[in-house]
């Protein structure tokens, strides 16, 4: 199975300033077939269920504010917020999607208001 | 709207079983390969299951093979678990979850707690 590890476990951001969370798989995702990484961030906010923010690494689902974007390719991944706002406190994961299940998830990154 | 609405969680001691379904309504159900996720106390989320539009393939975590078993009712718009042989560790939030041919779970239902507990 492939392993999902996120850093840091947690963050602690001041409102308007950058945030960073990392993702790394054991093994590629990147699927040959159509040259995507197949990797997915959600939000997940206290007592809601996850909400899709990022899929195929760096496409923002319709809704989602620009202020979330996704980098990376084959086994290193990037959420960055831009500019961090309140509403945007949660427990961040990153899941893999490549080929047939399991589609596992990161352990999670909880991002907190300095 | 896309909705998706778990039912039956609940209580239930170590070695019982538990049937958990999710309606789904707002979207063409039959289209869609359908999900369970679910997340312990306090915890990460853990992929338990899936199950293709048409029920010609199925998933599960080695965690849950051999004691679940994921099926669907594309006439009735619906998705079961059955949970047999429970264990303290199966205690989670069950969330289902839909997603389309090569991409992830774009809508989450708001999830049923199982608690196996004597």
């Known amino acids: 199975d492939i392993v999902m590890t996120q850093s840091p476990d947690s963050l602690a951001v001041s409102l308007g300033e950058r945030a960073t969370i990392n993702c790394k798989s054991s093994q590629s995702v990147l699927y040959s077939s159509n040259n995507k990484s197949h990797l997915a961030w959600y939000q997940q906010k206290p007592g809601q269920p996850p909400k899709l923010l990022i899929y195929w690494a760096s496409t923002r689902e319709s809704g989602v504010p620009d202020r979330f974007s996704g980098s990376g390719s084959g086994t290193d991944f990037t959420l960055t917020i831009s500019s961090l706002q309140a509403e945007d406190v949660a427990v961040y994961y990153c899941q893999q999607y490549y080929s047939t299940p399991p589609y596992t998830f990161g352990q999670g990154t909880k991002l907190e208001i300095k | 709207e896309v909705q998706l609405v778990e039912s039956g969680g609940g209580l239930v001691k170590p070695g019982g079983s538990l049937r958990l379904s999710c309606a789904a309504s707002g979207f063409t159900f039959s289209s869609y390969t359908m999900n369970w996720v679910r997340q312990a106390p306090g915890k990460g989320l853990e992929w338990v299951s899936s199950?293709?539009?048409?029920?010609?393939?199925?998933y599960y975590a080695d965690s849950v093979k051999g004691r679940f078993t994921i099926s669907r009712d594309n006439a009735k718009n619906s998705l079961y678990m059955q949970m047999n042989s429970l264990r303290a560790e199966d205690t989670a939030v069950y969330y289902c979850?839909?997603?389309?041919?090569?991409?992830?779970?774009?809508?989450w239902g708001q999830g049923t707690l199982v608690t196996v507990s004597s």
């Open positions: 199950i293709s539009s048409s029920s010609s393939y199925i």
């Open positions: 979850a839909r997603s389309l041919a090569i991409l992830p779970c774009d809508y």
